[in-house]
Every structure is written in C-alpha cells, then in structure tokens.
C-alpha cells in the first residue's frame, strides 16, 4: 500500500461545545445531513482569510483562461507529488474563498465562473487523470471535490445540478471503502471522510450508515492493523506507526466524531472510550515538550520538518473527550505548545509496548524512547522513494532527549550506519528494501519489563551477519546500555553508536584520571581511557573504557538522498556523535555506557556517584544491573540459566527479563516478562541472605495478544522450596501429519477428496461447508518405557486470523491409525469423538500444549501408535467472527524442528533405578588460531572452531579426572553454542596432555597454535542447532578406557568455515561451561559411602564460601576440603565432621580465608570412610569477585609507555616480563610489596607485544598488547 505525505490534507476543526456529545440535535434524518455538512464547512473554512485571499490572488493570475494552471502536467501518473492532484486543490481554495463571508471574493459571480471553468477542464480531460498510487483517486481527489462541493453548497449561488452531479462521479472513481487498502486502518477514516461529504451533499442515508459503521467497526482494540492491546498502533501490516498513519487516523477519528457528535450517527461511548485511550496513552506519551520520537514517523523520518508533536489535533480531542481527563490533556498540550517547560508536571513512569517492540521512560528532566524489533513485527519501511537509508532504524534505536529537539530536521546529515543505539555493520551503500511492510525481524527475543516506573529492556539481535545482545535497564537519573556477544561475519566494521545528535553545546570530556577538558570541533579516537562525555545537557560514562570515537563537527548531506521527493540543496549542521568501535568480525566483543540525561554542567557530570549503579554480569547469557541506591535488581536471562551475585542466586528456566525489588527484606517483589512471546510458564528460583534455602515461584504467562507483558508476583521466607524443573525423558516428533478440508457444493466439493498432507501447516477452521478444516497428527510410541510420568502435545501456532480468541481448539483420540500423510482426505479421515482436552485460540508463534498422559499409557499398552484430531469449535455464533477464527500450526514438513508438532514425555527415576549420573568441570580450556599462531586465548569467556583456509581455530579442553566413577555406561562432552541460525559441523578428538613442543603439560595461559598438543583419535561428533543451546559429544570410550588419576584433554574442530563459539568455563555461569556428563553404575550390592548432590562455591571479599548436599551417608567420618591453584597439585585446608550413616539430606559449608594473590582457585572434597577408605570428589574452579581483574595494564595499545597494575601490593616476589612475538624477552622487572610497574617502551617496532607474570609455582599469566606509532 503506498501513501504519500498527507499534512496539510485535513483543516482543524473549529472546535465545537462539548454538549453537542451529550444534547441530541433537534430533529433527525434530513436534518442530520445538515448538521454534518455545515459543521464539515465550518472544519474547511477554519484558517486566516488573509492568507486565503493572497493564495486565491496567485490563484488566478497564473489560471488559464480555459481553466487549466500552465505549471501542471496533466498527463503524470506518478506515485509520488501527482501533479493533476494539484488542479483539484487549487479549485478547493477558490471555492473556500467563494464561499467564505469574510473574504473579499465572497459571491464574487466572476469567481464562480472560473470555480466552473476549472472543473470543465478537468472534466474534459481525455484520458482522465490518472495515477500508479491508489491514494489519489481513492482519498486526495475525492477529498478535494468533497470539499469543493460542500462550500459551493453553502455559496450565495451554487453551481448547477448537473456539473455538481458530474464532480459527485469523480469523488467515487477510486478504491470503495469495503475493500483494502481503503478499508485498513487510517485509510478508512480518510475514505470516510469524503464518503461522508458525499452522503451529505446526496443526503443518501445509506450511503451515511454504511460509512459510519465502518468507521466504529475500527475503533477496537485488534492484533491486526490498527489500536493494539498496550494502545500502539501498527500500520502496513505489524509495524509501529503512532505517527504518520497513527495520527491520520486520530485526525479521521476526531474530524468524524466531532462532525457527528449529537446526531443519530454519534459514535457510542464505548469505542470513544478505547480511542481515548490510545490517545492518551498511545500517541501523546512517546513526545517530550514540542517534539516526538522519531520512531514513531515510519517513512515520514525523511520528511523535512517531521518530528513534531500535533498539539492541534490533541487539542481537538480533548475537546470531546471526558472532562477528567483535561488535566492531563492541558499539561502536553502547554508543554507542546512551549507554554511551559519540556519538564512541566512530568510523571515519572516507564511503558513497554510489547505489541510493537517499543519502550519509552520518563522522567522531569528526560525522555527515553527505544526501538527494537522482533520476528513478529516489521521493521521501518521503505517506499515512494522515502526513507531511502532507514535500514537499521529498528536495531535498539535510540530517542534521548531533554528539550525534545535533539534530533530535529537531523536526518539528511545523518550517519545512517550510526543510529543511536544500534550495533551494526558500517555499510555505506543503503540497500533497497523490497517496499511497504513486509520485512520482518528475525530474533524473538525482543521485549521487556515494567512495574509502570522502572524497566528493562532486552535485545538479541541476529541480523547481517552480526549477532549481538543488547540491553537497556531503565532508573532515574540513569540508563545503562549494555551489549555483549558481538559477534560478525560481515565485511564492514561493527560499531555501536551511542548517540548522534544536534551539537547543542560544548562538549567535555574526562579522561580516566578524571581530568576535564572542553573540546575543539573534530574528531578524536579514545582508546580506554575516556570516563565520561558530557553534550546538550546529556552526560555519557563508559565505566569499562571501550575503543571509541567522538566527533563534533559538521556534517552535510541533502533531504533527496533520504527522500527523492526532497530537496537536492546541500544541507550543513553540526552533529554530536560517539560511537564504540569493534572492529572486522569481531569475536565476543562487549560495550558499556551509562547515559544520564538532564546533566547541565560538568560539576554534576562530576558529582554523579557512578557506584549507585552496579553492572553484575554482560555476557551473551545474562545481563544484570543493581541500582545499590534504589535496591533494585534488572536481570536479563537469554538463556535458561543460573546467576549468583554474592548471596543472591537467580533461576529461570525460560528465556526472560526480570526485575526483583526488597532482596533485603523476607518478601521479595518479582516483575517478569518472556520476550519471545512463547512460554506458557516460567518457573523462577531465588536465594538470598534472607532465604535459608532457594525458593520458587511458577508464574502463568499472559497469552495471545497479551503475551510479552509483564506479570508481577512475590517470593518470600513462606514461598516453596524451589525444585528444579524436570527435563523432558524424550520429545517426539509427529511420523505424518495433514489437514482436512470439507467438501461442499459445486466448486467446492473437490475439496473434500483432496489430500494436503505436503504442506507446511495445518489447517482448523469451522464455518460451513466447503471451508471447513480439521488436523490429523501422528505419533509412533513405540521408543518410549511401558512407564511414564506425563506426555504433553505441542504445537506451534503458525497464524490466527483476528478472531482466533473467540475459538476453542479441540483434541480428540483418532479411532483408527492406519490413515496415512498422503492419503488422508476429509472423506477419508477416521472418526475421532473421543475428547482429550481443549486449548482457547491463541495468536502466530506461540505455542499450545495438553496434557494426554492417559492417551499415550492406554496406546503404550496396544499398538503404540497414537493418532489426534485438532478441530476448531467457535464459542460464539456471530457468523462474522466465525469466519475470521482460523488458525494453523506449523506441519512436520516445516523446516525447523522445535515448530513441529511434538508428544514430550516425562519420566522421573527413582534414585535406586538404573545408573547414576556425575559430572566434571573442565580446569582448563582455550583454543588456538592459526593466523595468530603466538597469541594465547586462554582468559577469554568464550572458545572458537573455524574451519577456515588460512584461519583456522580449534578448541582445547582438559578435564582431572580424579574421582570418576567406576563403570561408566554413557559420557558426553556437553557445550554450550552461543550462536543461534547457523550450519556447520563439529569433531572432537582425544589429544597429548603436553605441549607439542616438549613434555610440559599444556597450560590455560600458554597453549597457542605453535604449541597446541597433538592430535589423536576421533572420539564423536555432533551437528549445530536452530538455536543457541546445549551441544553434546558422545565421548564414552574415551572414560571407559582411562585412569580415574588421568589427565584428559580434548580438541574440538569445525568441519565448516562459518564461525562458531562455545562458552569457556571463563564464563559467569557455571551451568554454562564445559563439562563432561557421564553415566555410572554403582557397585552391587552396597552402595558408595556418600551420594554428593551438589558441590558449590562463591566468594567475597577474598574469602571463598564452600557449601555441598549431601543425599545419603553411609559410615561418612568426615570431609577433607582440599584447595590447588592449577588443578593439578592439591593441598588439605580444612576438615569437616560427616554424619556417618543417615538417609536425609545433610548440609555442609566451610570458608577459606586464607586465600592469596591469584585469580582462581580449584577445590575438591576428599570423603574419608570410618574405615579410612577414601572418595575425591569432582573438582569446581573458583574466579575471586574481589580481585578481578586480578592484574590490568594499560594504555592498550600504547605509544611508549606501558603501567602493569597489580591487586593491591604483591607480598610474594613476582617477575613481570616484556616479550616480543618471537618469544624473546626484552625486559624483566623482580618484584615485591608493590602495585604498578612502569615500563619505557618508546624503542620498540610497532606491532603485538605480551605481559607475562610468574610468581613461585603458580600458572604463569600473560596478557597481550599492541604498539602503535
């Protein structure tokens, strides 16, 4: 559908007495048609009459004397600026001028007479005009006819009969008002409008019904295009549109309600009160003083002078609106209007639009508007040749603004690769867009949280070639941005900008020490050591540094390289711009910022107290902030997963955002939100210093069209003990699947012998004959125990028509399972009347499950083979609704398997049943690159395998395995894959132990390409996922055939060149790392000693907490706490009592204070039997909070100078060596009792350098450095 510009296209009513909404108008019918048509001139005549007149003069000294203007080509058939529009309009401001009292060409017969001779021309025009936009034939020709023809009606001397008849035709040439595009949304109310002049000036009362039950029909709340349920507004399919269509139909709504208020015709109060609504809600709140988020416009962005908020049209609505909400009205409209302050009784309140992906927070001193963009939304659209380089204008799109104004008339100098917010690649050549509505995100992962004050918001983009997880956490005087997993294959760089702005002011900076200066116009790189940025009056602090640029200068562009309706002169203005530089296919890269809007100098830039905020994790699985003031924790689970902070630990077993207030008291308030729309339930677990045990809280998630929003729940001392969610036995997939549809009369009865059991989906609908449709779903049992605890069906919801809410879908057992895929048919389907359950309609991409346990035990004992029909039964006999009640799900033919239907089976074993399971942490791992062949990447969070000519990666693990198990059935090596939509292969081998270079058993900190232990055998392989998840290695033989006193290490490669990386056991989580998962069986008869349940450890203050369950004991005596600094060489630290024999679960904890200089600790537990017999437990590593980063240098890269800063003051001698690339060492300081070492590298070739650290037997620790001249 396209749409040109429309901002002059409808006058401002004046405004009319509230009472005409509540007085009946004396009289109906005829009368009626009066009321309205007068109070329609009354909206056309409103405007200065000194102006009219001045336009009517130019008018006619340019009109031909056969009533054509010599500057328009009557012949254009354009789709955008249709030059023959143009004639209509002029002949709409003569005729305003004609018809107007206080104008001095009032009755003017010569006037009339050229009124009359434009239209004969157009008339006359052969071929009649015409143009490739449906937009004016269907709503900006009829409209200007339509307005014509109401003034001339009220003319001292009209027109005749037949000429007026004549133009009537033409207002009917375009789209009817029954059909698309004109019945959709803002184009309705437009199409109304003139529908509704012509019904007046025809006094058809038909044609008047249908227009106005057209008009309330739209005034609902839908998943369709139009009002949504948390009061956005999508256009041009589900896409956010508050502004540009969103305010057309606002201006439709208001002109119509006010046109008809008191009549017969009066919208009831029930639709006024849902667009009141979005009004107040929905279309002012995203504005701050004059201006509006520029997310809001769609393609009218590139328009010059977009942007503004209309304080006319509000004014318009409040005039009818109720009188208790005029306060509210009063204050934007003072604020728009300049009145009064930007600030002016601003409340403090934070609104997540989960409909549309969009998030806006307020506050006295600021707005903050965010834009992102999930699979079910489109992103910003392209068309009619306008917003040309609007490509990444929905990637976290960022509206910060404390006057408003900030971004105003911007756009043609605009650096579209440098969006606010965003992180993308730095393309410079836009491409096109196929146009209109119809380009989708690509992640579900969008959305987030809100208590109606405070927010957090979660973005895991996935798109040209570049993945990145981005998030917002909304307080006060704060907003803190951060990303992680930055990650790209794109040949562009990455860069995250944080703002480009109107250059308000000065800028000033701070550099690391703190040092203030006021910037010159430029640009200027910053290398770590930019704190903070201070601009029009927004403050800006980088806690972790980061590589930056920040420009202050000009920057030109033109309007018709955004728009090529826009003007080609060169357009010139000074920009703010700060942007995060990650370079070319950066791996696991990060940023942080924190931006405090309303800072208005450089002292409150410096008294800002930067530790009322507390950023806990950034990694690509959890992203968390604390606000230490306001005692709120926003935490961002990407994944299913565990955080610990201290002694709070966090449990989701779903993908969420989670905001917790009161950790300190006994009752903890929870507010969460699913962002990818998709979970029915999401279990939370939570501990704190309060809680003697971790508790849970299950909470229901809101469906359908409420799904997304946030749901609020409590957990306290009281809550139940949290029991860890049960993993699925087995998850089935359907063996065939088809839909049905009814035969009925004539055409349509070929349906009924039809077979669809190819397509993709599956199909329900029931309305009559012909078009009725029923879903078979197959699934063979026969792998599954004869004893189980639980089966659910799955199926996704592929799409729902509008009035799905108002079905119920319903399961029945098929009788008969011998039907097959390609042959089923409506006429051959087997007869299912026995009820399983039923599931309410629900909306596109969400998932349906019930619960058919007695189904599957009955079939495991017959056939195992288990047949389902899905029927659609409506739950109201509205023929209307029925009719747009279908649905379908995703078949098995769809191409990603977590769509298709599925049976997930549950099965809990007892701990006497079959084997157990251990598992075993990694003590070391990295991987090594061959195009770097020196460079060591054992302290990263992450692990890379590249199969890629000329840059190779592969991973290294190593595993103690002291402790392991006797008989092991069944071992995998499990990782987690960080990326999520990628192809590729993985092979793990089992490898030397030692460094290829020597007998030297391989290190964390030393193994690089050059190095790296030899190959050995293939143990396994494993494929990718459709999604970022667990990966498992059959690795069985490999433990099977091994010392439990071994050393085992493993390499995993890529049998691909697309980049993929794993967590390293570097990661936050430790349910994350790697970690070998093996099956035992215990010995026969008797049982071992102690059954561990879990073996934990956290840290503070350099002080390690050891806790550890205990499920049975048998003759126990006692634990040994043994502690090693490389995993390999333990040392006894502490003993604690055992229960000697007891079947309850027993709970032990001991503290290590004597922890020294390092940055990691290993521990295990050393059972001791009364017999002295004895068991090593599984070893746990340990990174200490209070320390990290252990040792920091800096600046990086360097000139000439490089700082080592070591934690606190080494009390044990240290040396700190310089090493080239080539392994020599150019210096070498021996330290003791100090914290910085200088060295004076001014001599040195530019190039990679590295740091390394030895200190008595522990793991040496390098890092790595550039110089650059």
Not at 228 to 251: K, M
Not at 266 to 271: C, E, L, V
Not at 412 to 438: D, F, H, L, Q, S
Not at 587 to 595: F, G, L, M
Request: net charge neutral; hydrophobic share 35%; charged share 15%.
């Amino acid at each position: 559908m396209t749409i040109p510009k429309r901002n002059t296209f409808f006058l401002l009513l004046a405004l009319i007495p509230i009472f005409l909404f509540t007085t009946k108008a004396n009289g109906q019918g005829s009368n009626d048609f009066t009321i309205i048509r007068d109070r329609i001139f009354a909206n056309i005549q409103a405007g200065s009459v000194t102006s009219l007149d001045a336009q009517v003069t130019t008018l006619l000294s340019s009109l031909s004397q056969n009533g054509s203007w010599p500057d328009i080509d009557y012949s254009s058939t354009s789709q955008t600026d249709w030059a023959p529009g143009n004639h209509l309009t002029r002949m709409g401001i003569l005729a305003k001028a004609y018809s107007n009292a206080s104008s001095t060409y009032y009755g003017q017969n010569n006037l009339k007479t050229k009124i009359e001779t434009v239209m004969f021309y157009w008339l006359s025009l052969s071929p009649a005009p015409t143009s490739t936009n449906w937009f004016y034939l269907s709503i900006s020709a009829p409209k200007d006819i339509g307005n014509t023809l109401i003034c001339l009606r009220k003319a001292p001397v009209g027109i005749s009969t037949e000429l007026e008849n004549q133009m009537l035709a033409w207002m009917n040439k375009g789209t009817a008002i029954t059909s698309s595009p004109a019945k959709d949304g803002s184009n309705l109310t437009d199409v109304a409008q003139h529908y509704l002049m012509r019904a007046c000036l025809t006094e058809n009362q038909s044609l008047l019904n249908q227009t106005i039950t057209a008009v309330t029909a739209s005034i609902v709340v839908t998943t369709g295009e139009g009002i949504q349920n948390d009061n956005s507004y999508t256009a041009h399919g589900p896409q956010l549109y508050v502004y540009g269509y969103g305010r057309e139909y606002v201006s439709g709504i208001s002109n119509i309600a006010v046109y008809v208020a008191g009549t017969e015709y009066a919208f009831p109060s029930d639709k006024l009160a849902i667009f009141s609504a979005f009004v107040r809600n929905g279309f002012i709140k995203p504005s701050r003083g004059a201006y509006a988020d520029y997310n809001l416009f769609g393609r009218g962005v590139s328009r010059a002078n977009a942007g503004k908020a209309d304080v006319a049209l509000i004014q318009k609505v409040k005039g009818f609106d109720l009188a208790s909400y005029a306060t509210e009205y009063d204050n934007s409209i003072q604020r728009m209007q300049g009145v009064q302050l930007p600030s002016y009784n601003v409340s403090a309140e934070h609104i997540h639009y989960w409909r549309t992906d969009y998030s806006i927070h307020h506050r006295s001193k600021y707005m903050f508007g965010l834009r992102s963009v999930s699979s079910r939304n489109a992103k910003s659209e392209m068309g009619n040749g306008e917003n040309i380089k609007g490509y990444y204008l929905t990637e976290g799109a960022n509206y910060i603004a404390v006057k408003g104004d900030e971004y105003y008339n911007i756009f043609p100098v605009w650096e579209w690769n440098k969006i606010p917010g965003t992180t993308v690649p730095e393309i410079t050549t836009y491409p096109v867009r196929t146009a209109w509505g119809v380009n989708f995100g690509t992640v579900q992962f969008t959305g987030g949280v809100s208590d109606g004050t405070y927010g957090a918001s979660a973005y895991a983009m996935n798109d040209y070639g570049t993945t990145a997880k981005k998030s917002w956490f909304f307080f006060d005087d704060e907003i803190v941005c951060l990303g992680a997993g930055i990650n790209s294959s794109a040949a562009q760089a990455i860069n995250t900008t944080v703002n480009q702005c109107l250059l308000k002011t000065d800028v000033t900076v701070a550099d690391a020490a703190g040092n203030t200066s006021v910037l010159s116009k430029g640009l200027r790189d910053y290398s770590g050591n930019l704190k903070w940025a201070h601009q029009g009056d927004v403050g800006y602090f980088f806690p972790n540094g980061g590589n930056l640029s920040l420009s202050n200068q000009a920057q030109t562009g033109s309007w018709s390289a955004i728009n090529t309706t826009g003007s080609e002169s060169a357009v010139a203005t000074d920009v703010f711009k700060v942007w995060f530089k990650h370079g070319t296919t950066p791996a696991n890269a990060s940023y942080a910022y924190i931006v405090t809007p309303g800072k208005t100098s450089v002292s409150e830039m410096q008294n800002y107290d930067t530790t009322s905020v507390s950023i806990l994790s950034n990694t690509s699985a959890v992203q968390a902030v604390r606000h230490n003031t306001l005692g709120i924790w926003q935490i961002v689970f990407y994944t299913a997963g565990e955080f610990t902070n201290g002694d709070v630990t966090v449990k989701a077993n779903k993908p969420c955002v989670l905001m917790l207030k009161n950790l300190g008291q006994d009752q903890v308030s929870l507010h969460l939100a699913d962002p990818s729309q998709s979970a029915a339930q999401i279990y939370i677990g939570l501990k704190t210093a309060q809680f003697t045990e971790m508790k849970g809280v299950n909470f229901t998630m809101p469906l359908s069209a409420m799904a997304g929003s946030t749901v609020s729940g409590s957990i306290s001392t009281g809550s139940e003990t949290y029991n860890e969610p049960v993993e699925p036995l087995l998850k089935l997939e359907s063996v065939a699947d088809a839909f049905v549809r009814s035969g009925g009369t004539g055409a349509t009865a070929v349906y009924g012998t039809t077979n669809y059991g190819t397509e993709t989906v599956l199909t329900v609908k029931k309305e009559s004959a012909g078009y009725d449709r029923e879903a078979f779903i197959k699934f063979d049992l026969s792998a599954l125990p004869t004893a189980i605890d639980s089966a659910v069906i799955q199926l996704r919801v592929n799409n729902a028509n509008t009035s799905v809410t108002n079905t119920k879908w319903v399961y029945y057992l098929a009788d008969d399972n011998t039907w097959t895929e390609t042959g089923l048919t409506w006429n051959s389907k087997p007869a299912a009347a026995t009820k399983l359950g039923e599931r309410i309609g629900t909306t596109a991409n969400s998932f349906v499950k019930l619960n058919i346990t007695a189904a599957v035990l009955a079939k495991l004992s017959a056939d195992k083979i288990i047949s389902i029909r899905v029927a659609s039964e409506p739950t109201t006999t509205d023929v209307a609704v029925i009719s747009k009640t279908d649905a379908s799900f995703s078949s098995r033919e769809n191409t990603n398997a977590d769509y298709r239907p599925q049976l997930i089976v549950y099965r809990h074993l007892s701990p006497q049943e079959g084997a157990k399971k251990d598992s075993i942490l990694t003590t070391a791992d990295s991987y090594a690159r061959s195009n770097t062949a020196t460079t060591n990447y054992g302290t990263q969070g992450y692990l890379v395998a590249r199969n890629k000519t000329g840059d190779v990666q592969e991973i290294f693990l190593k595993f103690d395995l002291h402790g392991l198990r006797r008989t092991v059935g069944n071992a995998k090596l499990r990782l987690y894959a960080i990326e999520s939509a990628i192809t590729t292969g993985w092979q793990v081998y089992k490898t030397a132990n030692n460094y290829s270079s020597g007998s030297e058993a391989w290190a964390e900190t030393g193994i690089n390409w050059n190095n790296r232990p030899a190959s050995g055998t293939q143990l396994g392989s494993a494929a990718s996922q459709p999604a970022a998840g667990y990966v498992y290695f059959d690795i069985t033989s490999a433990l099977q055939g091994i010392a439990s006193d071994s050393i085992l290490t493993l390499k995993v490669t890529a049998t691909t060149d697309v980049y993929s990386s794993f967590r390293s056991r570097n990661f936050a989580t430790d349910a994350l790392r790697p970690k070998i998962i093996y099956e035992y069986t215990p010995s026969q008869p008797s049982a071992l000693p102690v059954d561990l349940i879990s073996f934990k450890a956290g840290t503070e203050n350099l002080a390690v907490y050891l806790t550890w369950e205990t499920a049975s004991e048998e003759n126990n005596a006692s634990f040994e706490i043994q502690r090693s600094e490389d995993a390999r060489n333990f040392q006894t630290i502490g003993k604690v009592r055992g229960n000697n024999s007891t079947t309850i679960i027993s709970k032990y904890n001991y503290t290590d204070t004597g922890v020294s200089f390092t940055n990691q600790l290993y521990y295990r537990l050393k059972q001791i039997d009364l017999d002295g017999t004895t068991t090593v437990s599984s070893v746990i590593q340990v990174r200490l909070q209070g320390v990290e980063p252990s040792i920091t240098i800096g600046p990086n890269p360097t000139t000439e100078n490089l700082s080592v800063f070591l934690p606190g003051r080494i009390t044990e001698p240290a040396v700190i060596q310089i090493i080239n690339k080539a392994g020599k060492t150019l210096f070498e300081n021996k330290i003791s009792d100090i914290s910085r070492v200088d060295f004076d590298l001014h001599e040195q070739t530019p190039g990679i350098y590295f740091v390394r650290i030895l200190q008595g037997t522990r793991q040496p620790q390098i890092f790595r450095f550039a110089i650059a001249k």
